[in-house]
């Protein structure tokens, strides 16, 4: 046994000129493993790149910066902010035109997600469509998900709610699409 031996199952103590646990093994393995994948992904992507005969976008890399400038990346989508107010149907209309949607929510996490992160009550993409309300995608309101409140036609978030209102109105809005 050496003279250096940890009892009770500690770490050995560190070498000399290091900081304790950076020079581990595994943070050498940890740190080194994640450079070499960085590198095999750029050298994958040069040949792919570089051998692609059928022209731009198509070599198969995954894009660097996963969503458009402006917009926010949030557990594998893309969010858009709106920084002017508009009517819900123009909203739509320029989600539309950016491969988007408004807001069409999964699940409770992203509600609240998306709570946390707007401002100045915006559109999502839910509306009235006779007596429900359905989602831009034609879904139908998951009530157990959530409840609007107010008798309008198209809902907006306010404060840690979803409420209705007329659809001329002026609003901030959320557009949202995969990464």
């Not at 408004?102 to 009550?121: G, S």
């Not at 309008?152 to 609003?171: D, F, Q």
Request: with cysteine; charged share 20%.
């Amino acid at each position: 046994m050496r003279g250096d031996a940890v009892i009770g199952g500690g770490s050995p103590p560190a070498s000399r000129g290091c900081l304790p646990g950076l020079c581990s093994n595994i943070w050498f393995w940890r740190c080194s493993t994640g450079v070499l994948a960085v590198v095999a992904m750029l050298i994958l992507c040069i040949h792919l790149a570089v051998n692609s005969s059928s022209g731009e976008g198509s070599s198969g890399c995954p894009p660097l910066e996963p969503c458009p400038a402006d917009w926010l990346y949030h557990q594998r989508k893309c969010y858009y902010l709106s920084e002017k107010e508009t009517d819900w149907d123009s909203s739509q209309s320029f989600c539309s035109s950016h491969n988007s949607s408004l807001l069409v929510t999964e699940n409770r996490q992203e509600l609240e997600f998306i709570m946390k992160i707007t401002k100045q009550d915006p559109w999502i993409g839910l509306r009235k469509t006779g007596e429900e309300f359905r989602w831009v995608n034609g879904t139908p309101l998951d009530t157990n998900l959530l409840a609007v409140k107010g008798s309008g036609e198209c809902a907006y978030i306010e404060s840690e709610m979803v409420s209705s209102s007329g659809c001329s109105l002026p609003r901030w809005w959320v557009c949202k699409k995969s990464s």
